[in-house]
């Protein structure tokens, strides 16, 4: 990925000898090891990638991952397979590879500290830089081929927001619809879930990250789901709120004030334009409604190799969005002890505003109990 690890060094002033991505044990796996080694399939825990500025890259990799490596590195010529057995194999690796002085580029962001010793151990003449901005802004604009996968994310997470009003039934819990959710997701093509599902029923919908339990479905409860695929390693991530009949005017009217604000937010969405621009247009919707003050989050974050992929947008978010940008647009209300509503849909920042990546019915859904 050639291009992609140029990118990545353009961001780099001044420009280190190498940069180095390091892997721990899951979950402390960096993301960004795969967006220079586009590999879709395996793990590979403890291995790591050497870039240099030319754009070429070394990786090392145990023989578990042999087979998925050598099929990556058939696609790529700037790319080198080694295989080590040990630590120590990867400690000469790293001796062989680096340059005996000057300065390299780490993601301090998330390499452990364990690793940060094995690694600066095995040369220790060199300075270690932090390369994290360098990495989270490279990333934050996709090419052609992550654009492509998140898209297909989210239209698998489309076709499973709109499966979920016909699975709502009298004493389902929400483990149970959770797990329907992620079941549907795979058999629609996803290699799996971006992050724990959630699905909040009655009250629990206050909750913004709530993890799903043994909760039944009662009549008169309303509910929020929240879930997104991964699809060759690229995230999506949808929100959509619904009514177990009998309705509760209220809780319409919250639904469909947060409709509102999500268009507004979508209406703002423009390249150039500050992440907090489309924050305050959603919050100036909500904060101008009966439920001032009852929105609590950010109304997005980016989306990519990670479900929240480095960039958050809130009310001082100052960083514009860019071209290329993938992004959540996802306001919500919350009523501590009565429920919430949340609408989540994932968007492209394009020139001239936004294309939205995730279609599924956005408005009020009630199914009768
Ligand atoms: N979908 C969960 C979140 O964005 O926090
Ligand atoms: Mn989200």
């Not at 961001?11 to 899951?26: K, W, Y």
């Not at 997104?228 to 919250?254: C, H, M, N, W």
């Not at 997005?300 to 071209?323: C, F, K, N, Q, R």
Request: aromatic residues 8%; glycine residues 10%.
């Amino acid at each position: 990925m050639k291009e992609r690890v140029q990118r990545i060094f353009r961001h780099l002033s001044p420009t280190p000898e190498a940069l180095v991505l390091v892997n721990s044990i899951e979950p402390h796996l960096d993301q960004s090891f795969f967006y220079v080694f586009d590999c879709p399939s395996g793990l590979f825990e403890g291995s790591a990638a050497i870039a240099l500025p030319d754009g070429s890259l070394h990786v090392s990799t145990s023989q578990l991952e042999e087979e998925s490596a050598l099929q990556a590195a058939k696609h790529d010529p700037h790319l080198d397979i080694h295989l080590v057995k040990t630590a120590d194999d990867r400690k000469k690796w790293l001796q062989k590879m680096l340059p005996a002085k000057g300065h390299i580029g780490l993601n301090f962001h998330e390499l452990t500290h364990e690793d940060f010793l094995s690694v600066s151990g095995a040369v220790p003449a060199l300075a270690w830089v932090d390369a994290s901005v360098a990495v989270r802004k490279a990333r934050r604009v996709k090419d052609a081929a992550e654009v492509e996968r998140i898209r297909e994310a989210g239209r698998i997470g489309s076709v499973v927001a709109g499966e979920i009003p016909s699975l709502l039934k009298l004493g389902i819990t929400e483990s149970e619809l959770a797990s329907e959710i992620e079941y549907r997701m795979m058999r629609t093509g996803a290699s799996g879930r971006s992050f724990q599902t959630i699905v909040g029923f009655g009250a629990h919908g206050a909750e913004p990250h709530y993890s799903p339990g043994a909760t039944p479905l009662e009549p008169g409860m309303s509910m929020v789901c929240d879930f997104g695929a991964f699809f060759r390693r690229y995230a999506s991530d949808i929100t959509r709120s619904f009514r177990f009949g009998p309705t509760d005017p209220e809780l319409k009217k919250v639904h469909e004030t947060v409709e509102r604000a999500q268009q507004a937010a979508f209406d703002a969405v423009k390249a150039g334009t500050p992440g907090k621009e489309v924050h305050l247009a959603a919050q100036r919707v909500i904060d101008a409604s009966p439920w001032k003050g009852r929105f609590t989050h950010g109304v997005g974050h980016s989306i990519g190799l990670a479900v929240h992929d480095g960039y958050g947008m809130g009310d001082s978010t100052e960083d514009p969005l860019e071209v290329g940008m993938a992004i959540t647009i996802e306001p919500g209300i919350y009523l501590p002890g009565r429920g919430g509503v949340r609408i989540e849909d994932d968007v492209l920042v394009t020139a001239s505003g936004c294309e939205i990546l995730t279609t599924a019915k956005r408005g009020y859904i009630e199914v009768p109990a």
